[in-house]
Each structure stands twice: as C-alpha cells, then as structure tokens.
C-alpha cells in the first residue's frame, strides 16, 4: 500500500508540473501572439549580399554551375573566370574568379570596381572571361558602356549558356556588346577543360566532359550567331 500511494503522489506531482508546464506555453504564445491573436514573427537578420572572390573554385560547384544544359534549373549564381593581361607592367597577369547571386549585385560590374580598381589609360588590357551565364541586359548595357570610354581595353566573353536568350532585350545586349568591340563566344568541350585546369581546384583529376557536352555547345553556338548576325 505505501509504494503505490507513493506511485499515486508521484503521477499527481507530475500531472501537476505538466498542467503548470502547459499553462507557462500557453502564456508564451499568448505572449508571441497579438491582442488579436494574429502571429507575430520576428524579423530575421538575414546576411547582405555580396560578391564572393577567389582563386579556385570547387570542383564540384564547377561541374554544376558551368554544365551548358539548356535550362539551367537551381543555378541562381554566375561565375566569372577571368583573365587581365597588361602587356610589360610589373602586375603582370591577373587570374582568379568573381562569384554572386542572382538577388545581388552581378559579377560583371563588380569585376570592373574590384578587379580593375585602379584602371590606366595608358596599359592595354586584354581581358578574357569565362562566365557560367552570358550577361543580363543591364550588365551589358554598363559592360558595353565600359568600353566605348576605355578604348585600351579589348575583351572576350566565353559564356558556358546563353543567359534567357529568347527575351528581346537580352539579344539587344549581346548586340550592344558586339557593337562596343566586345568578343563574344559560346564555351566549346576545349574552353570547359581549359577552365577546368586553369580556375579549378581539380587536384591533377582531369575534367569528364558530359554527354551532352558538344551538342549543347553547337545548341547554344548556333543561338548566338542567329542573335548576332
């Protein structure tokens, strides 16, 4: 009789501490709750944006976002290669990557402000991109725009897919591209191994080119002349 009067206390404290236990979340979510009754979530501090630069980019992260597939579902960034060659000055070749989101600001005019920082009429630049996306029509409005003003830099744009290439303004920006001396090619199976080995951390593994590799790369080939012709 004594341990299950014992055993009848104890449910009875424990009935007791979940009705009192109960009773403080009710009074929290009364409290998280409006007067009436509406949620009241609390804003998040999300990060900003920003431009991610670097030497190397993963190798995973490469075969992914640089793969030429006709729709590119899931890849919300753009990757840009490049290449700055100024002729007999002392910096030499500059060689490294520029990374962004889509939501932010693009890598194209961040290579200019970040990458080209302390421009020099009087150096000849040679610039050659590699870019996961061809660029949207306001980055090559500004690209374009670059050029005209600073005749001492020629540039080459390889693009891996052709960025919404059906929309108007994106084939009027690839246009205003060209117009302003701006080379633009589409990624053949060479240029995809070529970046592989020059901006990637492959650890002396070669680049197994896809399946499709070739035939997106006459897909995307023919697109761009049609746009540029």
Known sequence: MKEVKNEG?????EKDRGEKDKGEVSSEAEASNGQNGEPQVEPMDLPPFEIIAGDRIDPFVFKF????????SGRNKTFLCYLVDRGNTPDGLLRGYLEDEHTGPHVEEAFFTQCLPHYDPAVKYTVTWYVSSSPCSACAAKIAEV?????????????????????????????????????LRVMKPLDFS????????????????????????EYYHEKLSDILQ
């Open 9 to 13: 206390e104890k449910s009875k404290r």
């Open 65 to 72: 976002q640089f793969k030429n597939v006709e729709y590119s």
């Open 147 to 183: 050029l005209k003003v600073r005749k001492n830099i020629k540039m080459t744009v390889f693009a891996a897919r052709l960025f919404e290439w059906e929309e108007s303004e994106i084939q009027d920006g690839l246009k205003m591209l060209q117009a302003a001396g701006c080379k």
């Open 194 to 217: 070529y970046t592989w080995d020059t901006f990637v951390e492959h650890e002396d593994q070669p680049l197994n080119l896809w399946e499709d590799c070739k035939d997106n790369y």
